[in-house]
């Protein structure tokens, strides 16, 4: 099928970016993978968790490229657009604030290759603890919250795929959003800002 418009990017982290992916491989067959199109998709995606047996229990990951490089899935990033169109529909005169029922958009005209994006970035993953806090009925709660991390100034490059030529210009407001926002777990606190450029 011929793209009204490609563009491809490359993002550089400006703070770190956390892995989203769970370590429990079950956890992942029976809930997350189980969201994938096909069977294919789903061994593929359980495969990509495989993290040393010391990692603890909970903690979230990158996924893995063949040659054992950490990864975001195309569908990872799609995820950024849907947030992000959904916070800039309330901005008036925003190329968002138009799209009408955008998570059907961005899941049936917006397209990210390749499947496995490679981060790219020098030295080793780090770690992140923070605590987590909720009201309940019980009263407050506190967890801790766990992720591998890759250091700020990692370089994620892909390319964005529109069956639509109009889409362009959510694109690029959704970029610019993230130096705001950011991509991954924990951007509320800053976590995944980047800034992009056209390649």
Partial sequence: MKFAKELKVTLTTTDE???MMPTD???HETYIASKAP???KIEEEIEAVGVDEVVMKGKTVFPRTADGRPALFDYQIRGMFKDSIGMLRRVPGTACSKVKNYKKVVDGLLFVSPRMIPIEFEGDT???QRPLRTQSPQGERTAIAHSETAPEGSRLTFTVQMLTADLEAVVRECLDYGALHGLGQWRNSG?????????
């Fill in 17 to 19: 970016l956390l892995g």
């Fill in 38 to 40: 096909d069977a294919k």
């Fill in 191 to 199: 976590k995944g800002r980047f800034e992009w450029t056209e390649d």
């Fill in 126 to 128: 780090g770690d992140c």
């Fill in 25 to 27: 491989k079950e956890l």
